[in-house]
């Protein structure tokens, strides 16, 4: 197998670093292979927010809910997307422009999507560790405000990366034929479901996950508790919000 595809199917998130240093060359090449990735007609619509300050951590800890990575983590790559600079280019080139709308905010959300999956795969190279922050959009008004983001950039993702302290198992995926569809979208039946998810259902991760939430099945922990109706609506109304306020909507 060549190393190229050993560093896609060994990756783990890592929630735990060592007191490392990242070397200024190894993160320069992180940045670069971010830079590299593929953008919507090379207009590389996203900006990369580099944070190794501990204040600043410390200050973005709460807005990542206090993960532990966030402060551990010798540095935090925040990904926003970002049709500021290309705007002002165009202003300043009399270049009449229609990117404040949706459909544009899906074009920078993209670009900056693949230049933080493609960081990542960069450092997973180098034998580094990285995860992704989850928890960006759910406070993006106060990250926008930490980092001073001005009208048309929005942060989208956010990746720590260090030296592991840590070596947990491969996450569990989905088979193949659960996300695959050859030449047109197979609608799932019933039995596809039960099938595609029984492996997952019958994991002995999931029995302590039932056992410690004290739920039924797999697919109410995800809807009732992780990821309740509440909070998506909540967080939703929110990005909509925010959105606004940054000229996309």
Request: glycine share 4%; net charge negative; with cysteine.
């Amino acid at each position: 197998m060549n190393p190229t595809m050993q560093t896609l199917l060994a990756h783990r998130s890592i929630r735990r670093y060592q007191d490392k240093e990242i070397g200024e060359d190894m993160l320069n090449d992180i940045l670069t292979a971010a830079t590299r990735g593929a953008t919507t007609g090379n207009m590389q619509l996203y900006s990369i927010i580099v944070n190794k300050d501990k204040n600043i951590k410390q200050q973005l800890a709460p807005l990542h809910f206090n993960q532990q990575a966030v402060t551990e983590a010798p540095v935090i790559l925040t990904f926003c997307a970002d049709f500021n600079r290309f705007i002002k280019w165009c202003q300043l080139r009399n270049a009449q422009h229609g990117f404040n709308n949706m459909q544009c905010y899906t074009w920078a959300v993209t670009d900056a999507v693949i230049a933080a999956q493609n960081a990542v795969i960069a450092a997973e190279s180098m034998g580094l560790g990285t995860c992704y922050m989850g928890t960006v959009t759910y406070n993006v008004k106060p990250l926008c405000q930490l980092y001073k983001l001005p009208k048309h950039v929005v942060p989208v993702a956010c990746i720590t990366i260090g030296y592991p302290a840590e070596t947990p198992g491969i996450t569990d995926r989905l088979p193949l034929k659960a996300v695959i569809h050859e030449e047109h979208y197979h609608n799932y039946s019933d039995n596809d479901i039960n099938d595609i998810y029984r492996e997952k259902e019958n994991s002995e991760l999931t029995k302590q996950l039932l056992e410690t939430n004290n739920m039924d099945n797999l697919a109410q922990i995800f809807a009732e508790r992780r990821y309740t109706k509440q909070d998506n609506e909540h967080f939703a109304k929110e990005l909509v919000e925010f959105l606004v306020e940054q000229d996309f909507m």
